[in-house]
């Protein structure tokens, strides 16, 4: 213990002293006792620190314990440290919350599985973007025989985010035409989503007021007059299975949650639900156009839900590795329920409706971009109106996966 305690006060010394007093000083004189020797790395229980002249143990300090094998185990413990995988066997769960993650993988099993020649995963949980939104309304009246209009609004630029996690997504974009001039924001838009390899849902919700009128009755010539007197609501909620879901994925193509390495197609099958709130006031109609309205009533609304049973064909084209094209067409049949306030009164009415998309698609590692293109229609008719009426978007986003 001695001449431990003397070799740390002769090292302390030689450390004190001037650099270059034994710069001149050949290595090969210096004593074997002097020389500084490596520390030996100990497995053990706890830390021991060597003199490094002596080789002998000179501090001897706790090791510092790692996260034992319950710990491993804990649910909790592994969620905070960034360590969680729901489908680790070894996991301990909380009873209840161990039934719904015996639920989740089995949902991911049977729903999101997929063959990885044709569809892959980008191996990142988050995604985020940025969306360039055009959108624009458009509605055919006829009131037969007196009367048909077109209607259709100007496409308007709207700004959005979009933040998706795993299957789930959200998409909120504002009115920038109007927020840049200071006008009322007349247009608002919402989704929703939810996206796997089996099965996708699409919530949304539209609001919009004004239009263009483009054709009115009698009147003979090219018109683009500004009308007032429409106003639009819309919410409703898309749900497709996809029955080649294990080949082809729409993910890929929409929401950027999948890579499709080969060309492939599928049929799918599904439900909508929407509401439909449109009125019509031609107490609003511009002056010019007041002698071609032959009509007895000055305000129709259109108020009803709509239930359709959806049946299509997507198409997935790898262009090359790093690009894909997509096209999606899903008409649909049901019948619409109409509201008491809406035009033909508590009614029900034969509904079609029909949804179309297009998309091409960027992929470059985590980050991503693609253009998009969506028709969503809807008819209604009663026994004297007919209305069809869509919603037309043009979207150009980019984003990170992370």
Not at 384 to 390: D, K, T, V
Request: proline share 4%; glycine share 8%.
């Amino acid at each position: 213990m001695h001449r431990a305690r003397l070799n740390l006060i002769l090292l302390f010394i030689l450390m004190m002293m001037p650099r270059g007093l034994f710069a001149n000083v050949a290595t090969d004189t210096i004593p074997d006792e002097l020389r500084w020797q490596p520390l030996e790395i100990v497995e053990a229980s706890e830390v021991v620190v060597l003199d490094s002249l002596s080789g002998e143990p000179l501090v001897h300090a706790d090791v510092i314990p790692g996260p034992s094998e319950e710990e491993n185990q804990n649910w909790w413990y592994l969620f905070k440290k960034g360590k969680l995988k729901m489908d680790d066997p070894n996991v301990k769960w909380p009873k209840f919350l161990g039934f719904c993650v015996k639920i989740y993988n089995w949902g991911d099993r049977v729903f999101s599985s997929t063959d990885h020649d044709y569809v892959d995963g980008t191996g990142k949980k988050w995604r985020a973007r940025i969306i360039n939104d055009n959108w624009a309304n458009s509605y055919y009246m006829k009131i037969n025989p007196q009367f048909n209009s077109i209607m259709s609004t100007p496409f308007h630029v709207l700004l959005g985010v979009s933040l998706q996690y795993m299957a789930v997504s959200y998409t909120y974009s504002l009115d920038m035409t109007h927020m840049l001039t200071g006008s009322p924001i007349n247009y608002k838009k919402q989704e929703f989503g939810f996206n796997c390899a089996r099965f996708s849902a699409d919530g949304y919700y539209y609001s919009s007021q004004g239009c263009n009128i483009r054709t009115f009755g009698d009147y003979k010539g090219h018109l683009r007059e500004p009308f007032s007197g429409v106003d639009m609501t819309t919410f409703g909620i898309d749900a497709y299975y996809f029955f080649n879901g294990y080949k082809y994925s729409q993910g890929a193509a929409y929401n950027f949650s999948k890579i499709q390495k080969k060309s492939q197609g599928c049929w799918m099958a599904g439900i909508a639900y929407c509401n439909q709130n449109i009125s019509f006031d031609f107490k609003d109609l511009p002056a010019k156009l007041e002698p071609y309205l032959k009509l007895q009533e000055l305000y129709y609304k259109f108020h009803y839900n709509d239930y359709n049973v959806l049946v299509g064909y997507g198409y997935n084209c790898v262009l090359s590795p790093h690009w894909l094209y997509n096209i999606t067409v899903i008409p649909g049949v049901g019948f619409n329920h109409c509201y008491a306030d809406s035009e033909a009164g508590s009614a029900k009415l034969l509904s079609l409706s029909g949804r179309a998309m297009t998309s091409f698609t960027f992929n470059s590692g985590n980050w991503f971009a693609g253009l998009q293109g969506r028709v969503r229609g809807h008819w209604y008719q009663s026994k004297r109106i007919s209305l069809f009426n869509a919603v037309e978007t043009i979207t150009l986003s980019g984003g990170i996966r992370f």
